[in-house]
């Protein structure tokens, strides 16, 4: 089964940082791509953060380009963020992800969440 916790959520100051963690479990972690997704409350939930499985290579949205970072730590199957630099506009919940074949449904794959750690910015 597979089983994404994330943890570090906080309230901080503007201009402050805060590191999310997001342990994960049920599946090949080391192979598979993580991404951190973001939800402020009535709109949609926003790509924040991917990363590839051996930790090579990320992408950022835009807005958090350049103080955001994407990290993981494939021994400890643990995928973090490392956000410096925050803005009010980063406050949400943040969440983990990962996209993975449904066992006995090669041809499908299904998007699992974990239930999300709030970040609050604001002075």
């Known amino acids: 089964q597979v089983l994404l916790v994330e943890s570090g959520g906080d309230l901080v100051q503007p201009g402050g940082s805060l590191r999310l963690s997001c342990y994960a479990s049920?599946?090949?972690?080391?192979?598979?791509?993580m991404s951190w997704y973001r939800q402020v409350p009535g709109m949609e939930r926003e790509l924040v953060a991917v990363?590839?499985?051996?930790?090579?290579?990320?992408h950022y949205t835009d807005s958090v380009k350049g103080r955001f970072t994407i990290s993981r730590d494939n021994a400890k199957n643990t995928t973090y963020l490392q956000m410096n630099s925050l803005k009010l506009e980063d406050a949400a919940v943040y969440y983990c992800?990962?996209?993975?074949?449904?066992?006995?449904?090669?041809?499908?794959?299904?998007?699992?969440w974990g239930q999300g750690t709030q970040v609050t910015v604001s002075s």
């Open positions: 992800m990962t996209k993975q074949k449904l066992p006995g449904l090669p041809l499908s794959t299904h998007d699992y």
């Open positions: 049920g599946f090949p972690f080391s192979s598979s791509p």
């Open positions: 990363i590839t499985g051996d930790g090579l290579s990320s």
